[in-house]
């Protein structure tokens, strides 16, 4: 029997080595047991993830391995697929017992079966892969629920303490040295503590819970925040569980609020409904009925996006407007760089009146914060403004929009586009596209582009939220998604909205 003992328990590096040799020495998975030589923090260095250490792949009295080679790995001739080297990155921070001889099991396969990594219903390959959507969905709760404290003022410093389902710390830090820049912190867990002071990213052990940082006087104000900003009527407690599950309330501000919220949801909308809507200015009234007259609007074109929105409740161009709960404008910046331009508002939306605050809207939120998109220095707005459905029993039903609802609504589209400005317009499914492009343009073939328009605004079309959604197979869904969060990347980048 062989002992391999890496250096900690996210050895990546070691493990790479000691199962480049042993595969050479063409050593079965069965004879292998994978321990870790000592329970204490061995840290990668800083930014590149997991790895550091290395291992020794020994019989009794062995040498150890030589030093890490450059990948891609070979034995006895063969290649390994950069996807299994990715796949291996991030399973490895997956805190199963199994998963360093799960992976040798996969490298030792990969000879004989090339194409092993694009099957799915292998049962390796699926539970590499559950794996690895565990640490990735570790990542990005990390990513959401990470809550700094003030624990200095002279000079000012931040804290928090946060304990992830899998060893994702430091592949999580990145995040936080770009979105916090400015500000010296530090985030405690109980595999690693990563610490930013504005230049660089220091790791060290982990750390004891006793060590969390206490309550500041920030924390109120962000409950205050939290219970303005929650919207009733798009609660879905089953979702909610999904994305906030309970072990992470422990360590949010906001949590305290969360069965209160709940309970009084229901009622809390019911009053939105029944709400009558603040009546708009006088002078962009006017402004709104000289434009939705006779649906024709005479070159009287909306001057502020105040107008457009007016406009918008009373417009009359086409006839969704006779079964819409209200028309849902564009929400904002008013001169953001980036525009997102989706399909119409759903069932939700067309209750609350803001665009993707429903179950898409969500799917949406997560994509943008995984890609590093700030929502709040983006317009969202959608290329029809009344939510078309038919009745099936108590629900609405989602119809899509035709094409001449489509540029019956262009009219306001044109106006949001003119008023904001946008340096990038990214489309959010098939309506959108055609909406943006003028003409129907598939997205399969035109996904992860920079198109240019005629107005010299660049243009990403991509899947919209609720595609992903409806996607029955969970690999399909895993692989979309990730596509999504690349081309939500790509314009950000255009856009300039990336550290």
Known sequence: MRVVRLASEIDFDGWRVAARDLRTEGIPPETIVWTVERDLFSPPPCGEGAGGGGASAEMAGSEPSPPPQPLPVRGRGFTVPPAFVEL??????????????????????????????????????????????????????????VRFRLIETEPEAYAAWFEPAHRVTEAAAPFFARRFTTMTWTILTPDACVAWDGQTLKVSDGADPADAPAEDAQEELWRTYYASIFNPARLNEKMMRQEMPKRYWRNLPEARLI?????????????????????????????????????SYNGDVPTSLEAVAAGVQLCRRCDLWRDATQGVSGQGAAHARLMFVGEQPGDQEDLAGRPFVGPAGQVFDEALAQAGVPRDRTYVTNAVKHFKHEPRGKRRIHKTPDRGEVQACRWWLDAERRLVRPRVIVALGATAAHAV??????????????????????????????????????????????????????AGELAGLLD
């Open 88 to 145: 291996a990155r991030s399973v490895v921070l997956h805190r199963s017992g199994e998963r360093f001889a799960l992976l040798y099991r996969l490298l030792w396969r990969l000879e004989r079966e090339p194409r092993l990594i694009d099957n799915p219903a292998d049962p390796d390959v699926a539970k590499a892969r559950d794996m690895e959507k565990a640490v990735s969905r570790a990542i990005h709760k990390m990513h959401a629920f």
């Open 259 to 295: 069965p209160q919220l709940i309970e009084t949801a229901q009622e809390r909308a019911a009053a939105m409904v029944a709400a009558t809507p603040s009546p708009a200015p006088d002078r962009v009234l006017k402004a709104a009925l000289r434009q939705a007259r006779d649906g």
């Open 437 to 490: 492009m003028g003409k129907a343009t598939p997205i399969g073939a035109n996904r992860g582009k920079a198109l240019q328009l005629p107005d010299q605004t660049r243009a990403v079309l991509t899947y919209h939220p609720s595609f992903l959604l409806r996607l029955p197979d969970a690999a399909a869904r895993e692989r979309a998604r990730a596509e999504f969060v690349e081309d939500l990347r790509l």
